[in-house]
């Protein structure tokens, strides 16, 4: 990778230094994937069953799965990925669990009571890359907050031929609706729905740049009312490493984030510029090795390593970059972590590597990629419920309360606002008292206590 000093670098050169891969940026893309949308929209299922054949080279007469194909894949998965997938399975549900919010419900002045509800979105479409490198793992990234949340419709969408692996997965994690299709032609299909495909409300799941594009455009577009997760694009990873890290740990690192595409992106920042060589002479072995080797070859090319006085600046040079993973490989990686404020996914340490976040350690790896992780944060439970306020005065809760909004609302000269707050008043004054006795809040007061 190219090696370049931080300080000696204009701040225009800065900014050239941690642009994301050129591929990513593809003038072409947003019109190619509108027509792709476009066609799904007009010519549904067949639009899918044509696309299948165009990109996957698969020619299909049914794009859902039926129990029976489901079986059958089950069965042929060998019993020791049954045994890795339940592992991972187990971390993954043990740590969302943990992330189950209860109900707020607070008195803000008496008579005055305020609430936060979650309840789970009710239909989920998750979209599972397969390409290159079916991704197993991103079924239980999925599926299992989806199914913890309670959301009561789970579609899973994937390249065709679905990996036997990823209907297993899929199957344990309670999943039957499983269709054969992906890119953005999946996710038009998710967001407006076909014949065979059910609509869906939000969409969740990693992709491709075609993929993300497509989550992007579908979310923005008025003929559908569909939210995505987060930009969860081409994988990244930054590593921050002092002259203690083992060079051939950090090669193994950047190597793992770099097969999996081309428009991948992995950076190395360091105070030790010795240890950069030894990386990269590392790279260069390791390399030889991996029958992705081609792959990973094309992502080192947009790839770079950056060498910085200290372990503050490296952190600075990791929070303007925004990484989607960020590997901490020092003596002391809690103490540069304080000053981490922008990345997807953190992991600290020489025997923490970005892989284990990836399958098993219970972590979410869906996360969001481009620089969003300065301001969108990672998968969890939250994301598959929505959460709405609930407010209830009693007529003593609305005096206490009643003239600082009269006051407010004359002051934005919003006069209907103003009313529906000055009548209740006029009511409550017309019959004497406060009416508290039979008011819905000292009702559920009442309820409570029993």
């Known amino acids: ?25 593809d003038n072409t893309l947003e019109q190619s994937v509108a027509k792709i949308i476009d ?29 029976q194909q489901i079986a ?8 020791e990925l049954k045994q890795a997938i339940a592992q991972a399975k187990a971390n993954i549900d043990k740590f969302h669990r943990a992330q189950v919010q209860q109900n707020i419900d607070v008195e803000t002045q008496t008579g005055i009571r305020c609430e936060l509800r979650s309840e789970p979105i009710e239909r ?27 959301c009561a419709k789970r579609v899973l969408v994937s390249p065709p031929p679905i990996n036997d692996a990823i209907i297993y997965a899929a199957n344990q994690c309670g999943i039957d609706d499983i269709f054969q299709v992906g890119g953005a032609q999946a996710i038009a299909a998710l967001a407006f729905g076909t014949e065979t495909i059910p609509q869906v409300d939000k969409i969740f799941g990693p992709g491709n740049r075609f993929v993300t594009e497509a989550k992007r455009a579908v979310s923005q577009d008025n003929r559908c009312k569909v ?17 203690k890290a083992n060079p051939e740990f950090v090669a193994a ?11 991948s992106q992995v950076m190395l920042v360091t105070d030790c510029e010795r240890l950069a060589e030894k990386v990269n002479q590392a790279l260069t072995s390791q390399l030889a090795k991996l029958s992705r080797a081609e792959i990973a070859t094309e992502a080192l090319k947009c790839s770079r390593t950056i060498i910085v006085d200290d372990m503050n600046k490296a952190a600075t040079v990791s929070n303007l970059y925004g990484p989607e993973h960020l590997i901490i490989q020092t003596e002391q990686p809690r103490q540069v ?34 620089g969003y992780s300065k301001t969108v944060s990672s998968l969890s439970l939250a994301d598959f419920s929505r959460r709405f306020t609930v407010q209830e005065l009693s007529a003593k809760g609305l005096q206490t309360l009643g003239q600082s909004v009269l006051t407010l609302a004359e002051a934005e000269q919003l006069d209907a606002h103003k009313n529906a707050v000055a009548i209740r008043l006029e009511s409550i004054e017309a019959r004497g008292d406060s009416g508290d006795a039979d008011d819905g809040v000292q009702q559920v007061k009442k309820q409570e206590a029993v």
Not at 233 to 239: D, F, N, R, T, W
Request: charged fraction near 15%; proline fraction near 7%.
């Open 1 to 25: 990778m190219q090696i370049l000093n931080w300080q000696s670098l204009t701040p225009q050169e800065q900014v050239s230094t941690l642009e994301r891969s050129p591929l990513i940026g």
């Open 39 to 67: 066609a799904v929209v007009s010519e549904r299922d067949a639009a899918l069953l044509n696309f299948n054949l165009k990109f996957d080279g698969v020619a299909l007469d049914n794009l859902a799965l039926s129990k």
């Open 72 to 79: 059958q894949a089950c069965a042929k998965v060998p019993n």
């Open 124 to 150: 989920v479409g998750l979209y599972i890359p397969g390409g290159t490198a079916p991704l197993i793992s991103t079924v239980l990234m999925l599926a299992m907050p989806a199914k913890i949340a309670g």
């Open 227 to 243: 939210s995505i997760d987060m930009p969860a694009g081409p994988s990244e990873v930054l590593i921050i490493a002092d002259s």
């Open 253 to 263: 690192d950047l190597l793992s984030q770099a097969e999996h595409g081309t428009d």
């Open 337 to 370: 972590l304080t000053n981490i404020r922008a990345a997807g996914s953190v992991f600290l340490g020489a025997y923490t590597p970005e892989s284990v976040g990836d399958y098993a350690s219970g972590t979410n790896h869906v996360l969001p990629t481009y």
